[in-house]
Each structure stands twice: as C-alpha cells, then as structure tokens.
C-alpha cells in the first residue's frame, strides 16, 4: 500500500502545513486541506510530492482524514 497520512504529511515543509491548519490543529486534517497543497504543488511543478488517489481513498475510508466535517449544533 501506499503511505500513512503522517508518512505524507511529514513530507510537505513545515511553513506550509501551518498555513492550511492553522486554527483547525485539534481536528483530523480535512480532505479539502490536503487538496490546497495539491493545487500548491501542482502551480510550483512539484506535483511528484502529491498522494495518489488510492493514498487519498485509504486516509478517508480508514479515518486518517475526514472527507468534511459535520457542524454541531
């Protein structure tokens, strides 16, 4: 299989990670968090540092990440 969520995350420079979860820190990594750093990747040619999507499919399907988060009332 592919990498860990983390294994991936670990990979990406700090400065940028700070940027796309500051403020959200205490909850799981959002889908649309990592798909900021893709679009980031994408625009500065470094798009060999993006998951694959069946990296994506297991970080939702085995709770890695959450695909969106539910508001609480």
């Known amino acids: 299989m592919g990498r860990t969520f983390e294994q991936w995350w670990s990979t990406i420079p700090k400065?940028?990670?700070d940027?796309?979860?500051r403020g959200d820190?205490?909850?799981?990594?959002?889908?649309?968090q990592i798909n900021w750093i893709w679009v980031h990747n994408m625009?500065?040619?470094k798009g060999d540092l993006n998951p694959?999507?069946?990296?994506?499919?297991?970080?939702?399907t085995?709770?890695?990440i959450e695909a969106m988060r539910q508001l609480k009332k």
């Open 15 to 17: 400065d940028l990670r």
């Open 19 to 21: 940027k796309v979860r």
């Open 25 to 32: 820190e205490g909850n799981k990594p959002l889908l649309n």
């Open 43 to 45: 625009m500065n040619q």
């Open 52 to 60: 694959t999507s069946a990296e994506l499919l297991d970080w939702v």
């Open 62 to 64: 085995s709770g890695q």
